[in-house]
């Protein structure tokens, strides 16, 4: 798994160096995605609060952070469906605030909440969409077959959308995404709510579509593991990015274990480290967390010197959940509970919804 | 493998007037998929007129007189293709509310085409389902004394095209502003029955209390009605007063307005709401 986002910068090498001006693959004249300060206010709530960073071509480029850290506000604004209230972005190489009808050609959208037609086949769906993005005629037969047999879905492609399972709309929605052969797809929390097995398989269509369509790929997620396909990340919390590097960076970054205790008394527990081991802990999804170099070794030393006693003890390599944990003082699970009550205004609900 | 080598990429999608056309063929397309696909609906929308016609109608011709040859059944048809119209266009337009509500709204809103082309299709496809709803009401015209005359039928069909085109327009307006299904009920309390029932679709709206003949002439559908029941009673048999009484046309003062009339307010409303519905879909977020 840790190998795997390296064979991908191989593959781009743009990919590694972050916040380039300019792209430097052949025959591209500008990254695919340039976001410079964008920010989106609904009354009183900042949703997005200043974000610039630049997605290269062809790069798998994930979003993170928990439900109402502005991720959906961002993409919506990348995607010309809602207009920032200052800054400005550039997708494909056309302002999404001048240009959206340009910019729409050339994007993919796959929502999060599915936006198929259940009354149609699968084959209306997919034609209707070609008719509205005005794929040549004589080429939609060819891609329609194309995109369905991606996502292994040929076979029922007469079947009506509403006798599908939660996954096949799922993959029929990214199969549409990607008819009018964008070069952009955004994918909004493409395997929410999936079981573990759909969410692989989608990811493997994703990784293999970048190979074969050479698109860039721009998703949000808030599953950390999801974002070790990506070639490089960014964490967003509270309205701002934290981090922009590639997973592996990330990690190294950090270069401490994380140690999580079970202890008769965690508030001891904690103070006993600050002053004994000098190690600043914290409780964090029921467990005393820190982070130290070495944490094995640690290990006996916290046991002899501890003076509190310990239930249980768990070592871990630094994973993404540390990233997230050392640039936002909290896991992504902590930060869900206490984010999700502070914004249900996802614009794209909102897309058309007033009243 | 194969097929990817053969299959070029589309890379830049469309634009231009034959997107926009597309787009708009598209959208009307839809709907009469949806239509063909969904025969309850074709049922229950045809039940009510017949329930109506038949039963309301035989039961009130048992208490208004009229003379022997001259069935209150007949009165009604014109009014009865109206509202068979009018529940069908309204339904479809009000599709939009649901579309909003299970994301398909958005499918067609994020699409590079103009915003007029998939207000103005809907608007055709509504109006095409309306239409094809209203002709097989026309064919139970024998039923209730009324000739098959084709130049008659024809002009019917045109004049329920127009109907429909309104309506749906009428009812794209409305639901752009509807966010949730429950309003639905609301609107057909607040708007489609007083449309229906002042439109002189199922009495005679000329002795009316001034109050209500006012209401009675400010709704829109009485001017699409009111042809519909001009053009039938041409082809009926019947003597002067009894069609002076069942057909009196709309009368603004003393000017009985002539059909051309009635049909271009119906076209110049129709117009009116189509643009109003457009703009409200067009309106950047």
Same mark, same amino acid.
């Given at each position: 798994m840790a190998r795997r986002p390296r064979l991908l910068w191989q593959a781009c090498p743009v990919a590694q160096t972050e916040l380039r001006s300019t792209g430097a693959l052949a025959g591209t004249a500008e990254p695919a995605i340039v976001a410079k300060d964008l920010k989106k206010s609904y009354k009183e709530i900042e949703a997005v609060r200043g974000v610039s960073f630049e997605v290269a071509n062809g790069e798998i480029f994930g979003f993170l952070g928990p439900?109402?850290?502005g991720k959906s506000t961002t993409i919506s604004m990348l995607c010309t469906l809602v207009n920032p209230t200052a800054g400005s972005a550039r997708v494909a190489g056309y302002d999404a605030v001048v240009d959206q009808a340009k910019v729409r050609q050339r994007i993919g959208l796959v929502f999060q909440d599915t936006t198929l037609d259940d009354y149609l086949t699968a084959t209306e769906n997919l034609r209707f969409h070609a008719e509205l993005y005005g794929v040549p005629r004589e080429l939609v037969a060819g891609r329609l077959q194309q995109v369905l047999e991606m996502v292994d879905l040929w076979d029922r492609r007469d079947g009506l959308v509403q006798t599908y399972s939660g996954g096949m709309k799922r993959r029929l929605e990214i199969a549409r995404g990607l008819l009018h052969a964008p070069s952009v797809l955004f994918l909004d929390e493409p395997t929410v709510g999936l079981d573990p097995q759909t969410r692989s398989n989608i990811w493997k269509y994703i990784t293999e579509l970048r190979r074969r369509e050479q698109i860039t790929i721009f998703l949000t997620t808030h599953y950390m593991d999801e974002a070790?396909?990506?070639d490089r990340i960014a964490i967003m919390d509270n309205g701002v990015l934290v981090a922009i590097d590639t997973p592996e960076a990330l990690k190294g970054s950090i270069g401490e274990d994380r140690v999580e205790l079970h202890t008769d008394n965690d508030q001891q527990a904690i103070e006993r480290l600050m002053e004994h081991f000098q190690i600043k802990a914290q409780v964090s999804e029921g467990a005393v967390t820190f982070h130290v170099p070495g944490g094995e070794q640690f290990v006996p030393r916290l046991f002899a010197e501890l003076g509190v006693a310990i239930l249980s003890v768990r070592v871990a390599r630094p994973t993404l959940d540390d990233v997230f944990m050392t640039y936002t003082g909290r896991t992504i699970r902590d930060a869900e509970a206490s984010g999700s009550?502070?914004?249900?205004?996802?614009p794209w609900m909102r897309a058309r919804g007033r009243r | 493998m194969a097929t990817i080598a053969a299959v070029p990429g589309v890379r830049i999608a469309g634009g231009g007037t034959s997107a926009d056309l597309r787009a708009l063929w598209v959208v009307w397309k839809r709907e009469l998929i949806r239509f063909r696909r969904n025969r309850m609906r074709i049922v229950t929308s045809l039940a009510q007129p017949v329930l109506f016609l038949f039963i309301l109608g035989t039961g009130l011709s048992t208490v208004i007189s009229t003379a022997d040859h001259f069935n209150f059944r007949t009165f009604m048809f014109p009014g009865i293709l109206g509202m068979t119209v009018l529940f069908t266009s309204i339904f479809s337009a009000i599709s939009i509310v649901w579309d909003r509500e299970f994301g398909f709204l958005r499918e067609m809103l994020v699409a +590079? $085409?103009?915003?007029w082309t998939l207000v103005l299709g809907k608007c055709l496809g509504g109006a095409t389902v309306a239409t094809i709803q209203g002709a097989i009401m026309l064919a139970l015209a024998g039923l209730v004394g009324v000739p098959y005359n084709p130049v008659m039928l024809l002009v019917l069909v045109a004049e329920m095209v127009l109907t429909a085109f309104a309506l749906t327009a009428f009812g794209v307006m409305l639901a752009a502003r509807i966010s949730d299904v429950q309003s639905f009920q609301v609107i057909t309390q607040l708007f489609v029955l007083p449309m229906f029932f002042l439109s002189?679709?199922?009495? +005679? $709206?000329?002795?009316?209390?001034v109050w209500l003949g006012i209401l009675s002439k400010i709704d829109p559908l009485s001017y699409a009605v009111d042809p519909i029941r001009k053009e039938v009673f041409t082809y009926l048999s019947i003597p002067p007063v009894i069609r002076h009484t069942f057909d009196p046309g709309i009368s603004w003062g003393s000017w009985n307005l002539p059909v051309f009339v009635e049909v271009g307010l119906v076209a110049v409303a129709a117009v009116v709401m189509l643009s109003i519905a457009i703009r409200q879909f067009s309106r950047p977020t």
């Amino acid at each position: 798994m840790a190998r795997r986002p390296r064979l991908l910068w191989q593959a781009c090498p743009v990919a590694q160096t972050e916040l380039r001006s300019t792209g430097a693959l052949a025959g591209t004249a500008e990254p695919a995605i340039v976001a410079k300060d964008l920010k989106k206010s609904y009354k009183e709530i900042e949703a997005v609060r200043g974000v610039s960073f630049e997605v290269a071509n062809g790069e798998i480029f994930g979003f993170l952070g928990p439900n109402g850290a502005g991720k959906s506000t961002t993409i919506s604004m990348l995607c010309t469906l809602v207009n920032p209230t200052a800054g400005s972005a550039r997708v494909a190489g056309y302002d999404a605030v001048v240009d959206q009808a340009k910019v729409r050609q050339r994007i993919g959208l796959v929502f999060q909440d599915t936006t198929l037609d259940d009354y149609l086949t699968a084959t209306e769906n997919l034609r209707f969409h070609a008719e509205l993005y005005g794929v040549p005629r004589e080429l939609v037969a060819g891609r329609l077959q194309q995109v369905l047999e991606m996502v292994d879905l040929w076979d029922r492609r007469d079947g009506l959308v509403q006798t599908y399972s939660g996954g096949m709309k799922r993959r029929l929605e990214i199969a549409r995404g990607l008819l009018h052969a964008p070069s952009v797809l955004f994918l909004d929390e493409p395997t929410v709510g999936l079981d573990p097995q759909t969410r692989s398989n989608i990811w493997k269509y994703i990784t293999e579509l970048r190979r074969r369509e050479q698109i860039t790929i721009f998703l949000t997620t808030h599953y950390m593991d999801e974002a070790e396909y990506c070639d490089r990340i960014a964490i967003m919390d509270n309205g701002v990015l934290v981090a922009i590097d590639t997973p592996e960076a990330l990690k190294g970054s950090i270069g401490e274990d994380r140690v999580e205790l079970h202890t008769d008394n965690d508030q001891q527990a904690i103070e006993r480290l600050m002053e004994h081991f000098q190690i600043k802990a914290q409780v964090s999804e029921g467990a005393v967390t820190f982070h130290v170099p070495g944490g094995e070794q640690f290990v006996p030393r916290l046991f002899a010197e501890l003076g509190v006693a310990i239930l249980s003890v768990r070592v871990a390599r630094p994973t993404l959940d540390d990233v997230f944990m050392t640039y936002t003082g909290r896991t992504i699970r902590d930060a869900e509970a206490s984010g999700s009550e502070r914004m249900r205004s996802n614009p794209w609900m909102r897309a058309r919804g007033r009243r | 493998m194969a097929t990817i080598a053969a299959v070029p990429g589309v890379r830049i999608a469309g634009g231009g007037t034959s997107a926009d056309l597309r787009a708009l063929w598209v959208v009307w397309k839809r709907e009469l998929i949806r239509f063909r696909r969904n025969r309850m609906r074709i049922v229950t929308s045809l039940a009510q007129p017949v329930l109506f016609l038949f039963i309301l109608g035989t039961g009130l011709s048992t208490v208004i007189s009229t003379a022997d040859h001259f069935n209150f059944r007949t009165f009604m048809f014109p009014g009865i293709l109206g509202m068979t119209v009018l529940f069908t266009s309204i339904f479809s337009a009000i599709s939009i509310v649901w579309d909003r509500e299970f994301g398909f709204l958005r499918e067609m809103l994020v699409a +590079p $085409v103009h915003r007029w082309t998939l207000v103005l299709g809907k608007c055709l496809g509504g109006a095409t389902v309306a239409t094809i709803q209203g002709a097989i009401m026309l064919a139970l015209a024998g039923l209730v004394g009324v000739p098959y005359n084709p130049v008659m039928l024809l002009v019917l069909v045109a004049e329920m095209v127009l109907t429909a085109f309104a309506l749906t327009a009428f009812g794209v307006m409305l639901a752009a502003r509807i966010s949730d299904v429950q309003s639905f009920q609301v609107i057909t309390q607040l708007f489609v029955l007083p449309m229906f029932f002042l439109s002189g679709a199922v009495f +005679p $709206v000329t002795k009316l209390p001034v109050w209500l003949g006012i209401l009675s002439k400010i709704d829109p559908l009485s001017y699409a009605v009111d042809p519909i029941r001009k053009e039938v009673f041409t082809y009926l048999s019947i003597p002067p007063v009894i069609r002076h009484t069942f057909d009196p046309g709309i009368s603004w003062g003393s000017w009985n307005l002539p059909v051309f009339v009635e049909v271009g307010l119906v076209a110049v409303a129709a117009v009116v709401m189509l643009s109003i519905a457009i703009r409200q879909f067009s309106r950047p977020t």
